[in-house]
């Protein structure tokens, strides 16, 4: 029966690709196939269309107000913008310098605090590290006295045991 039923599914299968593969690709291959059929019989092309169409309307009856525009219309009832008109092209040129000099005497100030917060820092990093080089060389110190101590013990503890060995001691 599981053989069986494993046989339908696959069919079923197969089908249902076929059947979306058909649906996918369908309406391409149909429309290719009427269009090539369509060359393949060209005496029965159709007659030219006839068009009784009114001619297309003008830019001046849509808005006949856009017609009057110009130059020198443009912008004449704003007073900043007729006063910025107004001004000379060398009085444009020495605003724009002004303005760029401005922006690089504001990029030279922020340069300078953040390089004099980087020395700040810098400076009170190396106070840290000499701090920490001070603590290590004072810990090699006394670590090194602390092994000259232990190397003293150790004499006198091997000299106590040879006399106690001497007297009779036979140790652990």
């Given at each position: 029966?599981?053989?069986?039923?494993?046989?339908?599914?696959?069919?079923?299968?197969?089908?249902?690709?076929?059947?979306?593969?058909?649906?996918?690709?369908?309406?391409?291959?149909?429309?290719?196939?009427?269009?090539?059929?369509?060359?393949?019989?060209?005496?029965?092309?159709?007659?030219?269309?006839?068009?009784?169409?009114?001619?297309?309307?003008?830019?001046?009856?849509?808005?006949?107000?856009?017609?009057?525009?110009?130059?020198?219309d443009?912008?004449?009832?704003?007073?900043?913008?007729?006063?910025?008109?107004?001004?000379?092209?060398?009085?444009?040129?020495?605003?724009?310098?002004?303005?760029?000099?401005?922006?690089?005497?504001?990029?030279?100030?922020?340069?300078?605090?953040?390089?004099?917060?980087?020395?700040?820092?810098?400076?009170?990093?190396?106070?840290?590290?000499?701090?920490?080089?001070?603590?290590?060389?004072?810990?090699?110190?006394?670590?090194?006295?602390?092994?000259?101590?232990?190397?003293?013990?150790?004499?006198?503890t091997?000299?106590w045991?040879?006399?106690?060995?001497?007297?009779?001691?036979?140790?652990?």
């Open positions: 029966m599981s053989r069986r039923s494993g046989t339908c599914l696959r069919l079923c299968l197969v089908i249902f690709a076929v059947v979306s593969a058909l649906g996918v690709c369908g309406p391409a291959l149909y429309w290719r196939f009427k269009k090539t059929l369509r060359l393949g019989d060209s005496k029965s092309s159709c007659p030219p269309c006839i068009c009784d169409c009114p001619p297309p309307l003008s830019l001046l009856k849509i808005a006949p107000g856009l017609a009057n525009l110009s130059i020198t443009c912008g004449s009832n704003d007073p900043d913008l007729k006063q910025e008109m107004e001004k000379q092209f060398v009085d444009l040129l020495t605003e724009e310098l002004k303005l760029q000099e401005a922006v690089a005497e504001e990029h030279a100030r922020h340069m300078n605090i953040t390089f004099g917060e980087a020395k700040r820092v810098a400076s009170q990093y190396q106070r840290e590290a000499e701090k920490c080089i001070a603590a290590t060389e004072t810990c090699e110190e006394a670590r090194e006295r602390a092994e000259a101590l232990l190397i003293k013990e150790r004499k006198v091997t000299i045991e040879q006399r106690a060995r001497q007297m009779g001691w036979e140790g652990e």
